[in-house]
Nanobody
Framework: QVQLAESGGGLVQAGGSLRLSCAGS????????WGWFRQGPGKERELVAA???????HYADSVKGRFTISRDDAKNTVYLQMNRLKLDDTAVYYC?????????????????WGQGTQVTVSS
């Protein structure tokens, strides 16, 4: 059974940093595309960042230059380093994996999801 487990969320002041981790189990994810999504209060779930099996990346405009996605296939893990956090970054963050080599921006194209981790940015 495939499972994704996020960790690293929490409460941080604006301008601070957090690193999220997502560990996959039940299969090898080296040929999958990983994505980090978030859903803020009253908002739709949106793609924050994605990374393909070859290391190509995509970022939402709102996080470019502040967030970095990376993967460690030996550990079946994807990371999201979040720097210079803003109040608007407050959300539940989800990792997801897609059985494809290609990055896709839509939530419906991802096959596996974690349960989410809360990130709260305070002023």
């Amino acid at each position: 059974q495939v499972q994704l487990a996020e960790s690293g969320g929490g409460l941080v002041q604006a301008g601070g940093s957090l690193r999220l981790s997502c560990a996959g189990s039940g299969q090898t994810f080296s040929r999958n595309t990983w994505g980090w999504f978030r859903q803020g209060p009253g908002k739709e779930r949106e793609l924050v960042a994605a990374i393909s099996w070859s290391g190509n990346t995509h970022y939402a405009d709102s996080v470019k230059g502040r967030f970095t996605i990376s993967r460690d296939d030996a550990k079946n893990t994807v990371y999201l380093q979040m720097n210079r956090l803003k109040l608007d970054d407050t959300a539940v963050y989800y990792c997801a994996a897609r059985r494809s080599w290609v990055i896709d921006l839509s939530t419906s194209s991802y096959d596996y999801w974690g349960q989410g981790t809360q990130v709260t940015v305070s002023s």
